[in-house]
């Protein structure tokens, strides 16, 4: 197999998911497609390289953090947001919960955000977050736990969505 049937065997299989991850992390799905276009880019790269890896999946999301974290920085993403909402579709069922789920995430400031995202959607262990967040277990373990005690601040006991 040529490197290049490689790296399309891998993106075919890993796409979705990508994207899936880069959304949880910027809450835009046109956003999510950038970050996911540019992680293939650079991923393709190196692919030689990076095709060797032990663990593959590891390094294409340390790429998507960096690349969502430089995308943060950039003037342009510097929007004011809209204070109100427009109404949402009727029988959206599960959608009112998403969306609040969404709008705690974006409450988070970025390093927070990649904690969650990557411990609670992607399943990976502390270790893990910490190595592909470049930062110790220690600062991993109390990001995590500061943006949970924040969302868990936002969220009130009485509310139905959450019941």
């Not at 110790?136 to 943006?147: D, H, I, L, P």
Request: aromatic share 8%; with cysteine.
């Amino acid at each position: 197999m040529t490197p290049e049937q490689s790296y399309r065997e891998y993106v075919a299989g890993n796409l979705e998911r990508l994207r899936r991850t880069a959304f949880l992390l910027c809450g835009d799905w046109h956003t999510a497609d950038d970050l996911a276009a540019t992680v293939l880019v650079k991923l393709y790269r190196h692919w030689r390289r990076a095709s060797q890896f032990e663990n593959l999946d590891a390094y294409v999301r340390r790429i998507l953090m960096r690349a969502w974290l430089d995308e943060r920085r950039r003037p342009w993403r510097r929007e004011s947001a809209t204070e109100e909402l427009p109404e949402p579709a009727a029988g959206a069922g599960d959608l009112d919960r998403r969306l609040a789920v969404l709008s705690l995430l974006g409450s988070l400031p970025p390093r927070r955000r990649a904690v969650l995202v990557l411990r609670y959607f992607c399943d990976l262990s502390v270790e893990e977050t910490a190595e592909a967040l470049g930062c110790s277990e220690g600062t991993v373990k109390s990001q995590a736990a500061r943006a949970l005690e924040s969302l868990r601040a936002h969220v009130s006991e009485g509310d139905a969505l959450w019941t």
